[in-house]
């Protein structure tokens, strides 16, 4: 089952949470600000509220789909930096403009990051073509293409397994 790890409890977090919470997944949320947690989640989802997200990062199964959208760029660096150290992940989508990108990828690789690895990471999120910015627009765009990857995923396994 698709393991999901979403960083932020924002709006487009809350959104984008209760989107996955229809689909067949586990759901860690996680975000250090409890307050901002509603009371009640789709069962699926594990509410995480921690001032150690980084430990988040390193317990995730392999093959995580890992999503960063905090309300804080130092923290979604720090974060960034956690997801981009693995190297089995299914997804690292990042929340930000292509500015963002362009700044997170100089500090990826000042501090060490093969460029060639800067691919694996996605931002700005969501599939293209979706210019809406409300919260709920964001995040059925992004969810839509975690579900894109997970079909990608699925395909080259069995592609595998065929050979």
């Not at 959104?15 to 009371?39: K, S, Y």
């Not at 000042?110 to 690895?117: H, I, M, V």
């Not at 995040?139 to 839509?144: C, K, S």
């Amino acid at each position: 089952m698709m393991h999901v790890v979403l960083f932020g409890a924002g709006h487009v977090g809350h959104a984008l949470a209760n989107v996955l919470g229809m689909l067949p997944c586990v759901v860690q949320w996680v975000d250090a600000r409890d307050e901002l947690f509603p009371d009640e989640v789709p069962a699926n989802v594990q509410i995480e509220a921690t001032d150690a997200p980084e430990a988040i990062v390193d317990e995730a199964p392999a093959g995580s789909y890992f999503i960063v959208m905090t309300h804080d760029h130092s923290l979604d660096f720090t974060l960034t930096q956690r997801i981009m150290r693995r190297r089995d992940f299914a997804y690292f989508g990042l929340i930000g403009s292509k500015t963002k990108r362009v700044k997170f990828e100089r500090r990826l690789i000042e501090r060490g990051l093969a460029p060639e690895r800067l691919q694996e990471m996605t931002c700005p999120i969501g599939v293209e073509g979706i210019a809406d910015k409300a919260p709920p627009a964001i995040a059925l765009a992004v969810a839509a293409q975690v579900l894109r990857v997970r079909e990608a995923v699925r395909a080259s396994a069995t592609a595998g397994a065929a050979a």
